[in-house]
C-alpha cells in the first residue's frame, strides 16, 4: 500500500501558520494618530464619537464653553467635537484602518463536496482549495493598503485643518458684522438726534425746509443701513452655527462685541515657500498618493500574467475501492489578456500622480507668496487706519465741534462732519476683518499657525464710538 501524500496539507497549514499573526483594528479606528497629529502642529482637539458616553462627554463639553462669550479656539474646539459631517470623515480613518487589516488576511478556503452514485457504486470526492496568488502577493497588497492608510490619516488631518479655518474666517466675519451692526445702530440714533434738531431749527426759522429734507433724507439711509447690517449679522452668525454643528438652545451663543486688536506688528515668516512644502498636507497626502501608486504599479507587474492561481487538496473515496489523497492546482491561462492594458493603465496613473505632486507644489508654492503678500497688504491698511485716518478724523471731529461751540462753524459743518467720521470708522472696522481674514487665508496656505507680537492696549475703533453721536 502506498504512503499518502501529506506534503501539500502541511505545505498549506504551514502558510495558515506563518499569516495568522495579522493586524487588527483598534475601536478608535486608528483615529487617535490623526488627533495625536492635529494636536502636535497646530493645538487643535479632535475627536471621535464611538458611543453614548463620548456623544455625553462631548454635550457637556459644548455646553460648558457656550456659557461664556465665543472666542475662537473655543468656537473651533467645539466645531471639531460636535460637527457632524466632520465626525463622519473621521470615519474614513477606521475605513482604511479595516481595509488593511483585511489585506493582511487569507482569503477563506473553498470547500468542495461531490457524491455520485450508480450501478450499486458510490464515488465521494472532498476537496480543500485555497487562492495561492492572493498568499503570494499578500506582502505587497499589505504594504499599499498601509500607504492608503496613512494617505487617509493625512487627508482627515487636512480636513480638521481646513474646517478649523473655515470656523475662524466664519468667527472673524459673525463678530465683525455684529461691531458693525452696533455701530449702524449708533449712527441711526445720532442721525435720529439730528433730524430732531434740524425740525426744530426749521419750526424756528433757522433751517430750510431743504436742509430738513436732506437731514431726513440722511436718517431714512441710516435706517437702511440697520436693517442691511442686521441681515449680513444674521447670515453670518448662521453660517458659523453651521461650521459649529450647533442646533436648537445651542444656537443662543454669544460672541464677543468686538474684534481682537490689530497686532503691533505683522509676522515675520522667513523661507515662507520651503514652510509651505514641508508642513501642507496636501502636498504630503500628493506625495503619499504617488508612492501608493508605485507600490499598485509593482503589484500589477507581479500579476501581470497570474491573475488566478489556486492550490486544493482532494480527496476521493470510491465503494470497494482505498481512499484516495492528492492536490490540485489551477491557473488561469494568459491566452487572450496578457496584462499589457493593465500594465499600462497601472503605469499612466503612476505618471499621472507624479504630474500632481508637482502641480500641487508649484499650487502651494504660488499660494503661500500670494497669501503673505496680502497678509502684509491688509496689515498696512489697517494700521493705516487705526494710526492716521481714524486719528485725523477724531482731530477734525474736535475741531469741528470747538468751532461750533465758538459759534464759528454751523450745525450743518458738525452733522456733515459726523458723517464722515462714520463712514471711516466703518471702513477701519471692514479693515480690521480684512487682516484677520488675511491672517486665516496665510495659516491655511503655510499649513501652521502665524505668530505675533502683543497687541496694543487699545483699540481704534472702540475709541471712536462716541463720534457717530
Known amino acids: 500500500m502506498s504512503a499518502r501524500p501529506q506534503a501539500p496539507r502541511a505545505g498549506a497549514l504551514a502558510v495558515l501558520a506563518l499569516l495568522a499573526g495579522c493586524a487588527g483594528v483598534t475601536p478608535d479606528g486608528g483615529f487617535d494618530a490623526v488627533a495625536t497629529q492635529a494636536r502636535a502642529r497646530d493645538g487643535l482637539e479632535p475627536r471621535i464619537v464611538t458611543n ?6 462631548v454635550a457637556e463639553t459644548t455646553r460648558a464653553l457656550l456659557a461664556q462669550p465665543l472666542d475662537t479656539d ?22 482604511a484602518q479595516a481595509d488593511l487589516a483585511q489585506a493582511a488576511r487569507l482569503q477563506n478556503p473553498a470547500f468542495g463536496f461531490k457524491r455520485m452514485a450508480g450501478g ?17 502577493t499578500m506582502p505587497l497588497a499589505r504594504r499599499m493598503e498601509a500607504r492608503r492608510f496613512e494617505q487617509v490619516k493625512l487627508a482627515v488631518g487636512a480636513e480638521i485643518e481646513r474646517h478649523a479655518l473655515e470656523v475662524r474666517r466664519a468667527w472673524i466675519d459673525a463678530v465683525a458684522a455684529r461691531q458693525g451692526l452696533d455701530y449702524a445702530r449708533r449712527v441711526h440714533a445720532a442721525h435720529d438726534a439730528s ?45 458659523l452655527t ?34 509651505a512644502l514641508e508642513r501642507r498636507l496636501d502636498v504630503a497626502a500628493a506625495r503619499q498618493d504617488s508612492a501608493a501608486l508605485a507600490a499598485s504599479l509593482g503589484l500589477t ?37 496578457w496584462g ?67 459759534m464759528l462753524a454751523s450745525s450743518f459743518e458738525l452733522l456733515a462732519d459726523a458723517r464722515e467720521q462714520a463712514g471711516a470708522v466703518n471702513a477701519a472696522i471692514d479693515a480690521l476683518k480684512d487682516f484677520w481674514n488675511a491672517h486665516a487665508d ?21 475709541q471712536h464710538k462716541e463720534h457717530a453721536q
Not at 453614548?52 to 462627554?57: F, G, P, T
Not at 507668496?369 to 492716521?388: I, N, P, S, T
Open 52 to 57: 453614548d458616553a463620548d456623544a455625553s462627554a
Open 74 to 95: 473655543a468656537a473651533v474646539r467645539i466645531a471639531l467635537l460636535n460637527h457632524p459631517g466632520l465626525q463622519a470623515s473621521y470615519w474614513n480613518v477606521g475605513i
Open 120 to 136: 450499486g457504486d458510490v464515488e465521494i470526492e472532498r476537496s480543500l482549495g485555497f487562492n495561492l496568488a492572493q498568499v503570494l
Open 195 to 239: 433730524a430732531e434738531l434740524m425740525g426744530r431749527m426749521a419750526r424756528s426759522g433757522n433751517a430750510s425746509q431743504l436742509d430738513l429734507a436732506r437731514e431726513r433724507t440722511f436718517q431714512a439711509e441710516a435706517g437702511a443701513a440697520v436693517v442691511r447690517a442686521e441681515r449680513q449679522a444674521l447670515k453670518e452668525r448662521e453660517r
Open 242 to 275: 453651521r461650521l459649529l454643528g450647533l442646533w436648537g438652545a445651542d444656537t443662543a451663543f454669544r460672541l464677543p462685541e468686538r474684534l481682537p486688536d490689530l497686532p503691533a506688528a505683522p509676522g515675520d515668516i522667513a523661507q515662507i515657500e520651503a514652510r
Open 301 to 337: 507587474r507581479t500579476t501581470r500574467f497570474v491573475n488566478v492561481l489556486e492550490l486544493g487538496v482532494e480527496r476521493k473515496r470510491e465503494s470497494g475501492m482505498p481512499e484516495a489523497r492528492g492536490y490540485e492546482v489551477s491557473i488561469e491561462l494568459p491566452l487572450f489578456d
Open 340 to 406: 499589457g492594458a493593465k500594465h499600462a493603465r497601472a503605469e499612466a496613473l503612476y505618471m499621472q500622480s507624479l504630474r500632481r505632486v508637482a502641480d500641487t507644489a508649484v499650487n502651494a508654492r504660488s499660494q503661500a507668496r500670494e497669501r503673505y503678500l496680502g497678509y502684509r497688504a491688509a496689515w498696512d491698511l489697517a494700521r493705516l487706519y487705526r494710526d492716521e485716518v481714524i486719528p485725523l478724523r477724531k482731530r477734525i471731529s474736535d475741531e469741528t465741534l470747538l468751532r461750533y461751540n465758538g
Open 442 to 462: 496665510l495659516e491655511e496656505a503655510l499649513g501652521g499657525a502665524v505668530v505675533h507680537t502683543a497687541p496694543p492696549a487699545a483699540a481704534a475703533p472702540e
